[in-house]
């Protein structure tokens, strides 16, 4: 970047799909003048950071990706029904290319920390490039998932083989071929990663500390006739997408599943099943979110699965999770994942049955009191989710109060886009907004578009700050949790409840319902046509 200009409009920080679109929106839709900082040395955020072997997508591909390029949309053509990572970058670079956005970014910057001025009303940015710049508008696209978590494992530090972090796997890749691997961890990361793995190395030691309910990917080229149906359809598709619970094709089946007799339930489960994806998940019967009976149930139904697959009864013992819900954890999905345990050179060791992890060692791992040695050790550790990356940005609002000082006990925002005492700080699919519960470019999109209606009411009306409300945010965080102590995602120790770090404070992460994104998306848009209920504008 040649622009050695300090004062913006805007200054938004991540270039991945949110940053991109932001930028978008707000130069060529408004004209604004745009800065965005990107730690990474190219766009793409997620897919240029998780280059792990066997990293896609778990949304189908015609729907996870930019809406707004209606052509884009036509003449792209993705080759599996889940991309995989280089596929996924390759296509955000084409956006990059095609809308002149790499101008506007400066890469390998970092936002260390933000202060909103009182008196200009101007966000002061510095980054870890030494600069400092200004503007009205802070956007932080900094992602729900991009703030790695590598847990404080004693010992890491005199391990002599190499070890490395899924999210920041390095270019080029890792050759596990005739290696001793260990992965730990067991999300939705690793069950991509260990199939993958396992067919490389001489001996891959999986290390568990909680089962996970995983389902079929299926994925595969997707018939040529269903795609040009799609696309000559795609303005439906879109629309159907905004308005659904999840920003998918997906609806619940409009009956408890305490109401059915076994056999019809099992034929609908066998049909979400073989239909593969996030199905079993988003489209099942809607009681097993809510009642405990009927989420075991569904869970049955999985444990049957897994018990049918692993041929070791041992081994499919620990794989069956236990003591949560089904659906409460991000789903998995599972490509030859519990095929994976019957090979010969594939261990699993759980922590509840064989001991967790005490230490890394210069040769490997100790765990329940044994030695394992290892030349690799993969750890598939998750994220310091949503609230991480923007506790991270260091910002201080009015009265030079922390945002990691307000969000102690966990985080406060109205509608997951702005924060009380942060005036003209907005936070795309930030905490307490749909973000990780949906099809995530779906609840992008949405934010991205009413960021930019807002700062264009804001510049017709002549106002030069927004912020939201105590009341507002007190009402909305309340709501929040209301909706979701009446399902049973609160009894499962996730990464939604903070609960994947130790320390972090439990609360529920992003906002469940009651109408999914499509009435979020009502709520936002009548709160902006009720001249921004909840915001104090000046
Ligand atoms: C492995 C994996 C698979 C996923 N699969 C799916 C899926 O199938 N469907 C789905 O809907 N979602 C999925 N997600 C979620 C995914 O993160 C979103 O779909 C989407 O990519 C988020 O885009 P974003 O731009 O909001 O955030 P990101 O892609 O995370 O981009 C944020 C960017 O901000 C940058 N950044 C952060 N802090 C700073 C700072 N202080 N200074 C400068 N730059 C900063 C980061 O470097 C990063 O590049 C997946 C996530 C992961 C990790």
Same mark, same amino acid.
């Given at each position: 970047m040649a622009d050695t200009t300090s004062q913006f409009d805007a200054v938004v920080v991540g270039a991945g799909f949110s940053g991109m679109y932001m930028l978008k929106a707000l130069r060529d839709r408004l004209g604004l003048k745009v800065r965005v900082c990107e730690a990474?040395?190219?766009?793409?955020g997620t897919w240029y950071w998780?280059?792990?072997?066997?990293?896609?997508?778990?949304?189908d591909s015609y729907i996870y990706?930019?809406?707004?390029?209606k052509q884009l949309l036509q003449e792209w053509e993705w080759s599996e029904r889940y991309p995989e990572q280089p596929e996924i970058l390759r296509y955000l670079e084409h956006v990059a290319q095609r809308h002149d956005l790499k101008r506007d970014i400066q890469f390998?910057?970092?936002?260390t920390g933000a202060e909103f001025?009182?008196?200009?009303?101007?966000w002061r940015v510095r980054t870890d490039t030494g600069g400092e710049v200004t503007a009205s508008f802070l956007i932080a696209?900094?992602?729900?998932?991009?703030?790695t978590n590598l847990p404080p494992?004693?010992?890491?530090?005199?391990?002599k083989g190499k070890w490395c972090h899924t999210s920041r796997f390095?270019?080029?890749?890792?050759?596990?071929?005739?290696k001793r691997v260990a992965v730990v961890g067991t999300g939705a990361t690793a069950v991509q990663a260990i199939p993958e793995i396992a067919q490389q190395a001489k001996q891959l030691t999986v290390f568990q500390r909680t089962a996970n309910y995983c389902v079929p990917?299926?994925?595969?080229?997707?018939?040529p006739e269903l795609v040009k149906a799609r696309k000559a359809a795609y303005e439906g598709v879109v629309e159907r997408i905004k308005d659904s619970f999840f920003g998918f094709e997906h609806y619940f089946?409009?009956?408890?599943?305490?109401?059915?007799t076994p056999e019809e339930r099992e034929r609908e489960f066998d049909r979400m099943w073989d239909a593969g994806g996030f199905a079993f998940w988003l489209a099942n019967y809607q009681d097993m979110f809510f009642d405990q009976k009927a989420n075991d149930l569904c869970a049955d139904y999985i444990k049957r699965k897994i018990r049918k697959t692993v041929k070791d009864p041992v081994v499919a013992e620990k794989l069956i999770p236990k003591g949560y819900a089904y659906g409460t954890k991000r789903q998995p999905l599972d490509t030859n994942y519990y095929e994976t345990?019957?090979?010969?050179?594939v261990l699993l060791v759980d922590a !509840?049955?064989? $001991?967790?992890?005490?230490e890394i060692t210069a040769t490997g791992i100790r765990a329940g009191g044994k030695e394992y040695e290892f030349d690799i050790i993969v750890f598939?550790?998750?994220?310091?989710?949503?609230t991480g990356p923007l506790k991270a940005l260091n910002l201080k609002g009015r009265g030079g109060r922390t945002l990691d000082r307000q969000w102690a006990g966990g985080p406060h925002t109205y509608l997951g886009v702005a924060v009380a005492g942060f005036p003209n700080l907005f936070t795309i699919?930030?905490?307490?907004?749909?973000s990780v519960l949906s099809n995530m470019p779906v609840s992008i999109e949405q934010h991205v578009e009413w960021i930019t209606d807002c700062i264009e009411h804001m510049r017709k009306t002549g106002k030069t700050t927004i912020e939201a409300t105590p009341e507002a945010q007190d009402q909305w965080v309340a709501h929040v949790n209301e909706i979701v102590n009446q399902?049973?995602?609160?009894?499962a120790n996730s990464w939604y409840m903070?609960? !994947?770090?130790? $320390?972090?404070?439990r609360a529920f992460l992003p906002y469940l319902g009651p109408e999914g994104v499509g009435g979020y998306r009502r709520k936002c848009d009548e709160i902006a046509a009720n001249g921004y209920q909840g915001f104090a504008l000046a």
């Open positions: 990474g040395e190219t766009i793409g998780n280059r792990y072997p066997g990293a896609r997508c778990d949304s990706c930019f809406t707004w390029d390998d910057t970092r936002v001025d009182e008196v200009t009303r101007l696209a900094v992602g729900s998932l991009s703030d494992f004693k010992g890491l530090n005199q391990f390095p270019q080029g890749g890792i050759d596990f071929t005739g990917a299926r994925n595969g080229k997707v018939d089946i409009p009956k408890p599943v305490l109401a059915t345990f019957n090979k010969d050179n !509840n049955t064989d $001991g967790g992890i005490e598939a550790t998750g994220f310091d989710a949503m699919t930030g905490p307490q907004s749909p399902t049973l995602m609160t009894g903070s609960a !994947n770090i130790a $320390g972090k404070p």
